[in-house]
Each structure stands twice: as structure tokens, then as C-alpha cells.
């Protein structure tokens, strides 16, 4: 089974900090995701890539960046982060779009 | 508009009693699947369904495409059956991106 791993899996920033989310998969799927998860709202695309040094544009991109490094590594950056960001952020990769391997999420507060 | 809904958004029942979950959804998609999450943690895929019936252990989804709504039933519900399930699919206009439903979240009792 793939595995996804995120790091970190909590943090707390305050208003204009930097902020930096990492993803790894390691059964080298070509498609790697960042969503975010609000009450009411469900999960929502953020960015996504389909392969090293590829970005797409999500449904909610603004305030965020992305990079994927390599075909294991993609990283969520915010870069001055606000309180509209606290979430639940997760990282999914997948080969289809139909098979997607969820990581176990990280909670981002911004204070 | 909310191109994917399910109903209903909540859900209580006793153990051992079925549960019946909807989604209904306004793209034309062909790739429909459930997930299943426990609060706060990671996404789980429980069941690929582009059309028919198809069923793993207790859980059985039923998917129309014409009719454009799917349906997860879970039989002889379980405390640990607890949690989010969200309904998800392809969308019609890019084919991998994936649109989830704000879920239904089940609370079994004992």
C-alpha cells in the first residue's frame, strides 16, 4: 500500500510567520495533492503537481505556495501566514484519479 | 454551487441497525468512490463505484451515473463505523482533480 507520510503533523505560527508543510510518498506516484479541510467547507484543492518541478493550480491557491522537489517530495509554503489559514492540512498522492493516498494530516493554527 | 452533496449531513443509530448514505452530484463524471474518516485523521478509500453495485463486507455502494447520485449502505452498523464518509469524483473538466462532498458523519451508539 503507498504510504504518505507529513511533517509536521501539528504547528502553531502567529500572524506573518513563515510557514513550511513537507509531503513524502514513496511508491513514486506521478500525481501528489495539498488540500485543506474547514468545517462547512470539506476538503478543498489547494495545488497539485504531476511530477518533479510541476505545479497546478487548485480551487483555493491564494496565500499559498507550492514546490515539488522531486517525485517523493511536495512542500506547502505559506509565506505570510494569517488566521484565515488554521486548517487541516493533507497531502494525497495517487496514479489514478480514482486511488488517492491520503497522509495523516497536519493542523496548522495561526494565532 | 456545491457540485457534490450528501445526505444527510448527519446521522445517529443504534448498533446493529443499517445505515443508508446518499450523494447526488451536477457534473457528468464517471469515477465516483467513498472515503471514510475518523475526526481528524487521514483519508481512507473504501469502495470504487463507477456504475452498478459493488460491495466489500458490510458495505455496499449502488451508483447511477445517468441519474448521477451514488449510495453507500452499511450493514449492521458498528461503533467503530463511527466517523466521516465523503462521496468523490473525477472532475469533468480536469481528470485529476477529485471533488469530495462535505461528507455525512455517522455516530454509531451502543
Known amino acids: 500500500e503507498a504510504a504518505v507520510t507529513q511533517s509536521p503533523r501539528n504547528k502553531v505560527t502567529v500572524t506573518g510567520g513563515n510557514v513550511t508543510l513537507s509531503c513524502r510518498q514513496t511508491?513514486?506516484?506521478?500525481?501528489m495533492y495539498w488540500y485543506r479541510q474547514d468545517t462547512g467547507h470539506g476538503l478543498r484543492l489547494i495545488h497539485y503537481?504531476?511530477?518533479?518541478?510541476?505545479?497546478q493550480i487548485g480551487d483555493v491557491p491564494d496565500g499559498y505556495k507550492a514546490t515539488r522537489t522531486t517525485q517523493e517530495d511536495f512542500f506547502l509554503l505559506l509565506e505570510l501566514a494569517s488566521p484565515s489559514q488554521t486548517s487541516l492540512y493533507f497531502c494525497?498522492?495517487?496514479?489514478?484519479?480514482?486511488?488517492?493516498?491520503f497522509g495523516p494530516g497536519t493542523r496548522l493554527t495561526v494565532l | 454551487e456545491q457540485q457534490v452533496q450528501q445526505s444527510p449531513a448527519s446521522l445517529v443509530l443504534q448498533e446493529a441497525e443499517n445505515a443508508e448514505l446518499q450523494c447526488s452530484f451536477s457534473?457528468?463524471?464517471?469515477?465516483v468512490q467513498w472515503f471514510y474518516q475518523r475526526p481528524g485523521g487521514r483519508l481512507v478509500s473504501l469502495l470504487y463505484?463507477?456504475?452498478g453495485t459493488k460491495q466489500s463486507g458490510r458495505l455496499t455502494s449502488t451508483t447511477v451515473i445517468k441519474e448521477r447520485r451514488s449510495s453507500l449502505h452499511i450493514s449492521s452498523s458498528q461503533i467503530t463505523d463511527s466517523g466521516t464518509y465523503l462521496c468523490?469524483?473525477?472532475?469533468?473538466?480536469?481528470?485529476?482533480?477529485?471533488?469530495f462532498g462535505k461528507g455525512t458523519h455517522l455516530h454509531v451508539l451502543p
Open positions: 463505484n463507477p456504475s
Open positions: 511508491n513514486s506516484h506521478n500525481y
Open positions: 494525497a498522492s495517487s496514479e489514478t484519479n480514482y486511488e488517492q493516498y
Open positions: 457534473i457528468f463524471t464517471n469515477q
Open positions: 503537481s504531476y511530477g518533479a518541478g510541476n505545479l
Open positions: 468523490a469524483m473525477e472532475d469533468d473538466t480536469n481528470a485529476y482533480k477529485v471533488i
